[in-house]
């Protein structure tokens, strides 16, 4: 533990903290453990600073180009003995609060009636009877998640896909001006507490019994991705290539766009692989981070991981992955939530990669700008998979901004009768009082910004290329 490290002054303060966490019940041992291990290294101010001096662009054996992977075997035999191997984890613990939905995230509609965890089910049980292998899905729920996923999870009793659900931990906020648990002040309910981030995948896998069980059945491979993601789907063709090469850790990272300058990126750094961060980039140096000619490529959050190596670095408390400081405020008082990320769990591993895969692997749904270009012809669905359509000849999306009347789901629903055609759209911006009529088709570059007090309908049928759209007198 840091504590050696630490002054006296912080060492009161952790002293008193671990006094009133062990008197919070609502939480396991291992969650009060986990909590005062993780505010003890924040104290002692471990933070890894990189020296911008040793950063290396990682080679094509550390970032391993998609395009060189080994084919897929046609022996479905063989096929079948990869999967049996592999497990699915989607990361569940996000609520869909900024898309105005209440509820788990995973279970907002996103094509042909079909939800998020749909379609994952749709994908997993389509592997499942095509090579009659039991690949499973796990969910890594939040407390705020937990009891609704429970509900829903039920409606696929009878598909053929194990669905094994298991909670990430639950920490208290802590009150910045005397650093005890928030609960401790009364706040019992909900707002008192935080899930610590994904990167506390791999402790709750352990504690929850979960990763003992899936070893005992023979299971190798995790592949875990954010559950809004549309485009993380099994890819046979790694899972081989790690097998293979006996990678402990696989991330895949795909090509920055300026639509990504803030993601993080793969670096070599003292002769291991690791994530770079944003938050971890001297001030001098955010531009250069930020640019697309020196650093290429970012992390999509699709993770492969060996699960035996999972259990020996958690057993040894081996997995400090740099923390992230969440500052929040509750019914006015100024609180921290210290979170880590799944990512940076890579400089861990032993023999961790890259991949750099097609950015097809990419298509999260954050923003209902997001659904517009997932529910238009850009995309068809077939099987559970959402693919891109191939009638579109630019190879970038879309760029697509919707002002606040769009931003929560109900309301953009209500304002397309139907979803535009936008094979040929370049960019759109829609603000303002807008509502859109059915089979309409958009093209080039249009801007329809609605003066204040003004309604505008876009007509049935129309279509509207390289427009700038006011009124209705410009229709």
């Known amino acids: ?27 396991s041992e291992n969650e009060k453990k986990g909590c005062i291990n993780l505010v003890a290294r924040y104290l002692s101010g ?35 003995k990869l999967l049996d191997k592999l497990v699915v984890l989607k990361l569940n613990g996000g609520l869909g609060t900024t898309m105005g939905c209440t509820g788990p995230k995973s279970v907002i509609e996103v094509r042909n009636g079909l939800t998020f965890l749909d379609l994952i089910v749709i994908q997993i049980e389509n592997l499942n009877s095509k090579y009659g292998c039991n690949v499973p899905l796990l969910l890594m729920n939040s407390f705020n998640t937990h009891d609704d996923t429970l509900k829903i999870v039920e409606r696929y009793s009878s598909s053929n896909v194990e669905i094994h659900t298991f909670n990430q931990s639950q920490y208290p906020r802590l009150v910045v001006e005397d650093f005890s648990p928030l609960p401790s002040k009364g706040q019992t309910g909900k707002d008192g ?26 299971k190798e ?28 850790y696989c991330m895949e990272v795909t090509p920055k766009t300026l639509a990504d300058v803030k993601g993080g990126t793969l670096i070599s750094y003292e002769g291991r692989v690791q994530l770079l961060e944003i938050a971890q980039v001297p001030d001098d140096h955010v531009n250069e981070f930020k640019s697309i000619e020196k650093f290429k490529i970012f992390n999509t959050n699709n993770l492969w991981v060996n699960l035996k190596a999972i259990k020996r670095l958690v057993e040894t408390d081996a997995l400090k992955m740099e923390i992230i400081p969440n500052p929040k405020e509750v019914d006015g008082i100024k609180v921290l939530q210290l979170e880590t990320a799944a990512g940076a769990a890579i400089k861990f591993f032993d023999n961790a990669i890259g991949i750099n895969v097609p950015r097809s692997r990419f298509l999260p749904v954050k923003a209902t700008s997001d659904l ?17 359509n191939e009638a579109r000849k630019n190879p970038a999306n879309p760029s697509i901004e919707l002002g606040p009347e769009f931003k929560k789901v109900g309301n953009f629903l209500s304002r397309f009768k139907s979803i535009p055609s936008i094979i040929e759209l370049d960019s759109l911006k829609v603000a303002g009082d807008v509502w859109f009529g059915t089979g309409v088709t958009l093209k080039g570059k249009v801007n329809i910004i609605a003066k204040p007090g003004v309604t505008l309908e876009i007509p049935d049928g129309a279509v509207l290329g390289n427009k700038e759209i006011n009124g209705p007198e410009d229709l």
């Open 1 to 27: 533990m840091a504590a050696a490290t630490l002054n006296a002054a912080d060492t009161e303060k952790l002293n008193k903290l671990k006094s009133a966490v062990d008197g919070l019940n609502q939480i």
């Open 46 to 80: 471990e933070a890894q600073h990189v020296e911008w001096s040793k950063i290396q662009t990682p080679t094509d054996e550390i970032v391993v180009p998609y395009e060189s992977l080994a084919p897929t075997t046609d022996d479905p035999v063989e096929t079948k």
């Open 193 to 218: 507490w935080y899930p610590p981030g994904h990167g506390d995948v791999f402790p709750s896998l352990k504690n929850s019994g979960k990763l003992d069980a899936l070893l005992s059945k023979g």
């Open 221 to 248: 491979y995790v592949f875990i991705a954010n559950s809004d993601n549309l485009g993380a789907v099994v890819d046979l063709k790694i899972l081989n290539h790690l097998v293979h090469n006996k990678n402990e």
């Open 372 to 388: 517009l270009l997932v529910q238009s012809d850009l995309y068809t669905l077939e099987d559970g998979f959402v693919t891109r």
